[in-house]
Every structure is written in structure tokens, then in C-alpha cells.
């Protein structure tokens, strides 16, 4: 579903906003221990969605599914308001134009912008969205995700609600959400801000082992910028990537294959 720009970003403000601020109201009102439970078993489906999901299947395509599984990934993606078409299609552009002016990601322009700017980023149109990701939106399902992806998010946050009242909401939806949006924040910022850069890339990114481990994976950000094609962020053995030990154990069940690893030739021309 297509809004305009102010609309789209009033939207989002007001969510981070009622995010923020349920959580800590949840919080403070003595959540009880079943909450926290709960928040961190949606962190674990949900994360898996926007991370393994968004990210590494819809966005890289680096490894392959069926379309049951495929569906799965986005629906868990979309309980977080996850869109699999909309984070494709911007994403690819985000490592087209990495750290540039027009890199919504970076934080050459700006500690804010760059840590929630990817949220209220709704520049492309509907026709310009379909041409960066036409191998995406050649599939119904993806397509009515798309323009209805906000409908997974609401049903979620209901059924916290319907299962144990206000304060479930605010600590289990809540506080899975903003675990979902800070750890992918501090990707986009620290990862072009900080830390070490083993291959040579046209960008900023660099490889933060504290921001990887609380990412996931993900923190291994220049090995990614380098060869985003690979399923796996980490490319040495000690680069913890738990992201990837998930894909593996799904292929080891027969959920995934075709996995892209990274190539001899790669490792070799770090530095």
C-alpha cells in the first residue's frame, strides 16, 4: 500500500515513538518473567525474518528455498513490519551507493539519519521499487505482502495482547521490535564508522567483533560489502556468525540449499 512521503514518515515516527515508550512502561509496571520469555522467543523468530530473511535470502538471493519456506521467512520478517519488496529494493540501492549522499544508510550523513533514517527512507515509487526487484515481485504472495505489510505486525502485536494484556505487548512485541531495529541500526553506523577493514572496498565498512556479536553476524560488515553474494558474513572460522550456523542447520534439514560460500579467491585478497 502506497502513502505519501509525510504520511509514511508521521507513520513510522509514531510507532518508534509508542515503541519507546510502551516498553518502558512495561518495564517499570513489573513485567513479569513469562513477558521477558516471550520477548526473547519473538526476537529469535522475528530477527531470523528481517536477518536470514530480508537480508540474506530476499535481498542477496545467497542461497536458494521453496516457496513454502520462502513465504515463512517473510511472514516472520512482516510480524516486525518487514517487507521483504520495499527492504530489497532499497537495500540494493544501499550497496550500489554505499556512503555517497544518496546512502540513507551512512553516517556521513548524520548519527540520526543514519540510525533511523532507513525507517522513514521512502523515496522510491512503486514503479521504481518493482524494477529493482522484478525476480521479487513476479510472486502473488510477495506482492500482496507488499501492499498489505502492515497487516502480519498488527496481527502479531494483537495476539500479544489477547495473550497476557497491556504489559505483554509492551515488553515482549515491543522489546523485540526495538532489539530488531537498534541491532540493524548499529550495523548501519558503527560498521561504517569504526573498526577494521581486512578488504579494500569503495566504501567505509568495517568488521565490528561487538557489534557482530550482538548482530548475529552481521557486524562482519566489510567482508560482507566485499562479497555480499555469500551466505555468510563471517568468512574466517573465528568470525562467530550465528546467522550462519542457522542457515546450515537448515540445509543439513533439507529447508534450504544451493548455499553461496565464500570463494578461496576472496579469503585470499584480504589484507
Given at each position: 500500500m502506497t502513502l505519501p512521503l509525510w504520511l509514511w514518515q508521521a507513520v513510522t515516527i509514531a510507532y518508534l515513538v509508542v515503541l519507546h515508550a510502551a516498553f518502558s512502561v512495561g518495564v517499570w509496571q513489573h513485567a513479569r518473567p513469562a513477558d521477558w520469555w516471550l520477548m526473547a522467543a519473538m526476537f529469535a523468530a522475528m530477527s531470523f525474518g528481517c536477518t536470514v530473511g530480508l537480508h540474506r535470502y530476499f535481498a542477496h538471493r545467497s542461497f536458494r528455498t521453496s516457496?513454502?519456506?520462502?513465504?515463512?521467512?517473510?511472514?516472520?520478517?512482516?510480524?516486525?513490519?518487514?517487507?521483504?519488496?520495499?527492504?530489497?529494493?532499497r537495500h540494493r540501492i544501499h550497496h550500489a551507493q554505499s556512503d555517497t549522499e544518496h546512502d540513507v544508510h551512512s553516517p556521513t550523513q548524520g548519527w540520526l539519519h543514519c540510525w533511523f533514517g532507513t525507517l522513514l527512507d521512502y523515496r522510491l515509487d512503486e514503479q521504481q521499487l518493482r524494477k529493482l526487484v522484478p525476480d521479487l515481485i513476479?510472486?502473488?504472495?510477495?506482492?500482496?505482502?507488499?501492499r498489505w505489510f502492515f497487516l502480519p505486525g498488527m496481527v502479531t502485536a494483537g495476539m500479544t495482547i489477547w495473550l497476557g494484556g497491556l504489559t505483554t505487548f509492551a515488553v515482549a512485541y515491543c522489546g523485540a521490535c526495538l532489539m530488531i531495529i537498534h541491532a540493524g541500526s548499529a550495523v548501519n553506523y558503527f560498521c561504517h564508522k569504526a573498526g577494521s577493514r581486512p578488504?579494500?572496498?569503495?566504501?567505509?565498512?568495517?568488521?565490528?567483533?561487538?557489534?557482530?556479536?550482538?548482530?548475529l553476524g552481521e557486524g562482519w560488515h566489510n567482508n560482507h560489502h566485499y562479497y555480499p553474494a555469500a551466505c555468510r558474513a563471517g568468512?574466517?572460522?573465528?568470525?562467530v556468525d550465528i546467522l550462519y550456523y542457522q542457515i546450515?542447520?537448515?540445509?543439513?534439514?533439507?529447508?534450504?540449499?544451493?548455499?553461496h560460500e565464500v570463494p578461496d579467491r576472496v579469503r585470499a585478497a584480504a589484507r
Open positions: 516457496r513454502a519456506f520462502q513465504l515463512m521467512m517473510a511472514l516472520l520478517a512482516g510480524a516486525a513490519f518487514g517487507d521483504p519488496v520495499a527492504f530489497s529494493a513476479a510472486l502473488p504472495e510477495l506482492r500482496w505482502l507488499h578488504y579494500d572496498t569503495a566504501d567505509r565498512s568495517t568488521n565490528h567483533l561487538l557489534v557482530a556479536v550482538l548482530s568468512f574466517k572460522w573465528w568470525e546450515r542447520c537448515l540445509s543439513w534439514l533439507g529447508l534450504v540449499w544451493d548455499l
